[in-house]
């Protein structure tokens, strides 16, 4: 499940550019709200999020690709049943439904579901490798992708819009 020479491969120098921009994004947070006793709290939430993001990144890391390559098929379905999910009882907000709200987090499925699309036709790309590269090939891997795409473009409302006068 867990690579074990996963230190050796890993990136030192693309892990350390994230976390500068990490930092000099919550520098910017920082002094955008200097002065605001309102939106104080902003940076803390912002390094929060740094932070858990950190983490994640070295979890995410030490997973076997192999394993996310096999969990691909139910973490596709996964993601259409959050983005149906949205449609029924999600929040809106800003013209659209995008957001599930589970405690004091909101969750948007629509950004896991890019995630999980990469993980789907990394697999699909893999394992047809030897195959022709034929319309059948771009056609199937058009098909994976318009599953998901229908149900975030059905997130969003579109409505008249407001006019000045």
Do not use: C
């Amino acid at each position: 499940m867990f690579r074990k020479e996963v230190w050796r491969h890993f990136d030192y120098w693309l892990f350390g550019a994230v976390l500068l921009l990490s930092v000099f994004g919550i520098i910017m947070i920082r002094s955008a709200v200097a002065g605001n006793e309102e939106l104080a709290g902003a940076v803390q939430s912002q390094a929060t999020y740094v932070g858990l993001g950190i983490v994640i990144i070295l979890i995410a890391t030490t997973i076997d690709y192999r394993l996310l390559a096999s969990l691909s098929r139910w973490l596709y379905i996964l993601a259409i049943v959050l983005l149906i999910g949205i449609n029924l009882i999600g929040q809106e907000a800003f013209g659209s439904t995008r957001w599930f709200q589970v405690g004091g987090i909101n969750i948007q499925p629509s950004e896991l579901s890019k995630i999980v699309m990469v993980l789907v036709l990394a697999n699909y790309f893999s394992q047809t490798s030897a195959q022709s590269k034929n319309l059948r090939w771009i056609f199937l891997s058009f098909l994976l992708t318009g599953g998901m795409v229908i149900w975030i473009l059905s997130l969003i409302h579109i409505s008249e819009p407001t006019r000045p006068y």
